[in-house]
C-alpha cells in the first residue's frame, strides 16, 4: 500500500468513506454490476470524500465512481469466485 492509500484510510476514518482496499459493486453503466476495488479517495475542498478510483476486476482497468454509483460488498461476496 502506497502513502497515498495510507493518508487516504487515515482521513476516511473520520469522514465516514471507504477506505482503500474496500470491495464495491458498480451501479452504473457500462460497469453496472461488476465488481471492483476501491484504490484511493477523490477529495473535494472539504469534507468527504466525493467520489473513489476504483479498479475493476474483469476488465482490469481503472476508472472514477462518485460514491452514489457503488455499493459496498458484505465480506462473503466480495470472494473472488
Request: hydrophobic share 40%.
Amino acid at each position: 500500500m502506497g502513502v497515498r492509500q495510507i493518508l487516504d484510510a487515515l482521513l476516511i476514518v473520520a469522514d465516514d468513506g471507504h477506505a482503500p482496499g474496500t470491495r464495491v459493486r458498480l451501479l452504473r453503466d457500462p460497469h453496472q454490476g461488476r465488481t471492483a476495488t476501491i484504490m484511493g479517495a477523490l477529495w473535494g475542498p472539504s469534507g468527504p470524500p466525493v467520489g473513489y478510483e476504483v479498479w475493476i476486476d474483469e476488465v482490469r482497468t481503472a476508472l472514477s465512481a462518485r460514491s452514489d454509483e457503488l455499493v459496498v460488498l458484505a465480506d462473503q461476496e466480495s470472494l473472488p469466485r
